[in-house]
């Protein structure tokens, strides 16, 4: 009936050229949407069958017989009649079989491939129909964009091979095309077609694995194995998979530290009583697990900021904020044993943290664990000492700080004093420059300099809002943050508000929409807003960005102290994309 009903407004050639050009699914089904008159339409085939059809927004409504006795219905979602449209095509029944024309480049092409194929399969199903089976992928989520990476590596045919082997696994499906009669199924020898209306040994084909993966080979070199949206969509999932690995590396790390028996060797932490805190500004503190920078200190407050959400600070009253520090043995670097009788001594200053020998040399001092040291202009912080085999593991802080993830390295014990001591005395060097030691040096205010002001969220109902007014917190957010850089100039109390309500895209999808007729304008405004390398990024996100209130979050905290949690260490897994853990 598709094929024989005269009252499409495209023809036979038009329908099968549009199809050539347009490889997309959602493309084909909306042309043959539109190519159907709406009126109630029935026809007769063979001369006596009397069957009908009615379009609807959604459906193609089939009838066999009259419509007021009908004998039998069907109604056909469109994206299936597209896919009865392609298959025909495939299998060469839907054109006329008039004299031929002279072949197009594509036809010239698959007529060449179709001679290559062993002489009793091409009959039985045409190589067109072949590919667009591979086309299809493994059948897993997201295995035909492994496979397409799979082939873009420096890899031999035998991995690539084996590769297929083991993505497609042992299964299959059926039909492999919709409207047809052809079946697939995959096992460890390779990819066996079947096609239900034919008898005899013509009617199925087995490809062992060498030789699909030698036509999905062909078919990538000829850019016909990904379709155009797929090719948009490639970007978007190689993120996700480095994202992916990335966690996995977290997660590895995590365990190795969750199972790492304790160094039986290291120092034990300075009696509490006997003791002075070295604290200054840049200081690197642990509060549980997570790593803070002091930002600012007067006799009174400490302000922290998180080495990983710079955007979210804590504050402490000095008194509290001494016993927060001894009850973590991370923070061992910044605690300075003293004899008791010593203890009126006056305050070390942070310029003078090293005690000197007459000679004016550094004293050596004892490894601590956390303690960090420059070396090659990299930060690294000592993970584990090893006194039995003289050796130092470093963790990389500035690979962490860039990356998310850590590496190490080992270094000699010798090695690791000798960078200390050397770091030491250029530090005393340069406090013998200076004309007068300053602790805590005031900013100075000259023309348009700045004073850095830390932002606290105070607002409870931060991320409460529609759609569309989500969008144009996050339009003005960016268009404030450009209109900054261009500037050169930090943000005003008022402009940090503005900043702060910026709350990702993970909830607003239909701004990446161009199909969405509701978000039109947004759409227009948000690709003239961002460069296009923005654009993908942010549009990127909406799988993962999902912005978590401060009333979830706080909820959540309140539950944790009702089981009776207070402090401690949190190892997060997966949580850094669900919520803030952060928040002060």
């Known amino acids: 009936m598709l094929r024989s009903t005269p009252h499409l407004k495209a023809t036979r050639q038009q329908i099968a050229d549009f199809f050539t050009a347009h490889d ?7 042309f043959i949407k539109s190519i159907f008159n709406n009126d109630y339409t029935e026809l007769l085939l ?24 009908r004998m039998s219905q069907a109604y056909y979602n469109w994206s299936v009649v597209a896919g009865h449209y392609a298959s025909m095509l495939l299998l060469g029944e839907f054109l006329d079989n008039g004299p031929p024309g002279l072949p197009t480049e594509q036809q010239q092409i698959v007529m060449i491939e179709q001679a290559e194929v062993e002489k009793a399969s091409a009959f039985a199903i045409p190589q067109e129909a072949i590919d667009a089976i591979l086309q299809q992928g493994s059948g897993v989520q997201d295995g035909k964009y492994r496979i397409y990476l799979q082939f873009q590596k420096d890899a031999s045919a035998k991995e690539n091979t084996d590769f297929l082997r083991n993505e497609y696994g042992i299964g299959g499906h059926g039909p492999a095309l919709t409207g047809t009669d052809i079946d697939e199924w995959h096992d460890g020898k390779g990819i066996t077609l079947t096609r239900g209306s034919l008898i005899g040994e013509n009617r199925k084909i087995t490809l062992p694995w060498a030789k699909v993966q030698k036509r999905i080979s062909e078919l990538i070199t000829a850019d016909r194995y990904l379709n155009s949206k797929e090719k948009e969509r490639l970007p978007v999932y190689e993120k996700q998979m480095v994202d992916h690995l990335q966690q996995l590396a977290e997660q590895a790390y995590a365990r190795e530290v969750l199972n790492r028996e304790p160094a039986p060797d290291l120092p034990e932490m300075p009696e509490r009583e006997n003791e002075k805190q070295i604290l200054s500004i840049g200081s690197i503190v642990y509060v549980g697990a997570d790593q803070y920078e002091v930002v600012s200190l007067d006799e009174n407050t400490v302000e922290l900021r998180d080495k990983n959400f710079p955007l979210l600070n804590k504050s402490y009253p000095r008194h509290a904020f001494k016993q927060v520090l001894n009850e973590n043995q991370l923070n061992s670097h910044l605690i300075l044993p003293v004899q008791a009788a010593e203890e009126d001594e006056p305050e070390v200053l942070p310029r003078k943290l090293y005690q000197l020998s007459d000679e004016g040399q550094v004293t050596r001092e004892e490894l601590i664990v956390g303690l ?11 993970d584990s000492i090893s006194k039995e085999n003289g050796t130092v593991s470093l963790r990389d802080v500035t690979f962490q700080n860039g990356t998310g993830f850590p590496i190490f390295r080992r270094e000699s014990i010798a090695f690791v004093r000798d960078a200390i001591r050397q770091q030491k005395r250029a ?22 300099q700045q004073v850095k002001v830390n932002f606290h969220i105070t607002d409870e109902n931060l991320g409460v809002g529609g759609q569309k007014t989500k969008y144009a917190w996050n339009v003005a957010a960016i268009r404030l943050l450009n209109q900054l850089e261009k500037e050169n100039r930090l943000a005003t109390p008022e402009e940090q508000q503005i900043l702060s309500r910026y709350v990702g895209w993970g909830g607003i999808p239909q701004a990446f929409d161009e199909n969405s007729a509701s978000w039109a304008k947004e759409y227009v405004d948000l690709k003239e807003l961002l460069d296009a390398d923005e654009y993908a990024s942010a549009r990127a996100s909406t799988l993962n960005a999902h912005y978590t209130s401060p009333t979830v979050i706080k909820a959540i905290y309140t539950c944790l102290e009702n089981m009776g949690f207070r402090t401690g260490n949190i190892l997060e897994i997966k949580t850094p994309y669900l919520i803030q853990f952060k928040v002060a």
């Open 24 to 30: 997309d699914i959602t493309e084909r089904t909306e």
């Open 46 to 69: 063979d001369g006596d069958q009397r069957v009908g059809y009615k379009t609807y927004q959604n459906v193609l409504h089939v009838w066999e017989g009259s419509y007021t006795q």
């Open 372 to 382: 960090e040291l420059t070396i090659e202009d990299r930060r690294f912080a000592i």
């Open 427 to 448: 530090a005393h060097l340069k406090t013998q420059a200076d004309e007068a030691p300053k602790v805590y040096p005031a900013p100075k205010l000259e023309n348009q």
